[in-house]
């Protein structure tokens, strides 16, 4: 006599002998496939840093870090963020009515991307913001904001090397792509200081415009752009000469903040703060060619490494804007912490 399942594995087992095949996982309860890359942003309101898969809703993961996280980057397999404890000070605000700084908290962060945790904060100088570090992981360069100047600090014991004045609220800092130079950007004087790394000193001042935010410079070092937020332009500079030749207008009411750097040197991507766009600037041609409303003021931005993807954060709005670079639409946002600041993208 022929038997037949009818109620399932376990009465199968009861009658004895009857094979019987699961149902196929619906999709919802499938394991994701493991993303290629993360996305890592610090929250400057909330202290902590976001865990994001970019195929996901929410973040995977949160990283208590300390006060005020801001600059974020990564180097010898551990991701470094700057943290202060000085009290915000937004355009506008009497700073004589702010709390004073509580200088205990004021480091690098040094976080473990695999473990996802906070190991130790390195020394940092005074309220440092954002920073750049070195190819061989060794050093530091920092932008300490309300000392006007640039620390040199050694990672392995938090020695400063040297401080080296760079003008009011020294804010972007970036190493040329020789690794010769530190390029490092004053909001309150409109230039950019450029530091030589092997003699640790200060080789010229360069004027570039009002409250200079970032620095991108092509791959193989001939040019620089500097995101000028009050100018409503990005400042062309000749890396070789150390002369700004030329500004780049946006339209008004953008205000560029964050810059992006494609791998070719085609691109440069640059968030435009309270404007709530993302422009695309043609190197070759110098121009503006195309920009998509990413999100409330996006500042820090990231490409992803196959360059598909561009992340901003939405400082406001609490969110992570995945903006699709072909079809230039934000295909994703992704809710983060209070007031995200900087982006990182890291293979995996």
């Known amino acids: 006599m022929r038997r037949f399942c009818v109620g399932g594995l376990a009465l199968a087992l009861l009658l004895g002998g009857c094979s019987s095949t699961p149902p196929p996982a619906k999709e919802s309860e499938k394991t994701p ?25 929410r973040p995977i993961s949160t ?11 990564a180097a010898g397999g551990l991701i470094y963020v700057a943290l202060s404890g000085s009290p915000a000070a937004p355009p506008g605000v009497d700073e004589s009515t702010l709390p004073p700084p509580d200088k205990s908290a004021d480091g690098i962060g040094v976080v473990d991307p695999k473990e996802r945790k906070l190991l130790r904060k390195l020394y940092g100088g005074s309220d440092p913001e954002e920073f750049a570090i070195s190819a061989d992981a060794k050093l530091l360069y920092v932008a300490n904001e309300d000392a006007a100047a640039a620390s040199i ?6 020695k400063v090397l040297a401080t080296i004045p760079t003008g009011e609220e020294p804010e972007g800092v970036t190493i040329t792509p020789d690794g010769k130079q530190v390029w490092v950007t004053s909001e309150d004087d409109g230039t950019v200081t450029v530091i030589d790394t092997a003699l640790r000193k200060k080789l010229k001042t360069i004027p570039v415009g009002r409250r200079p935010r970032s620095i991108a410079f092509l791959p193989d070092g001939s040019r620089a ?30 205000k560029p903040m964050g810059t992006a750097m494609s791998k070719d ?12 766009k993302v422009l695309v600037i043609d190197t070759a041609s110098e121009k503006v060619v195309a920009s998509v409303e990413a999100g409330v003021r996006p500042w820090g931005i990231a490409l992803s490494p196959d360059e598909k993807f561009l992340f901003t954060a ?11 670079l072909q079809t230039l639409t934000v295909v ?7 007031r ?8 995996q």
Request: aromatic share 4%.
């Open 33 to 57: 496939a493991k993303a290629p890359y993360l996305v890592y942003v610090t929250n400057e309101g909330s202290g902590d840093l976001s865990v994001i898969d970019p195929n996901q809703d």
């Open 63 to 73: 990283i208590a870090l300390g006060k005020r996280p801001r600059g974020i980057h």
């Open 153 to 158: 600090i050694e990672i392995q014991d938090g």
């Open 225 to 254: 752009f500097v995101a000028n937020e009050n100018d409503e332009s990005v400042t062309v500079v000749d890396a070789v000469k150390l002369a700004a030749i030329r500004k780049i207008p946006v339209d008004k009411g953008l």
């Open 265 to 276: 040197g085609a691109r440069l991507y640059v968030s435009t703060g309270r404007g709530k």
């Open 314 to 324: 939405n400082g406001p709005s609490n969110d992570v804007s995945v903006v699709d």
């Open 332 to 338: 994703r946002r992704v809710p983060v912490g209070d």
């Open 340 to 347: 995200p600041w900087g982006v990182l993208v890291l293979s």
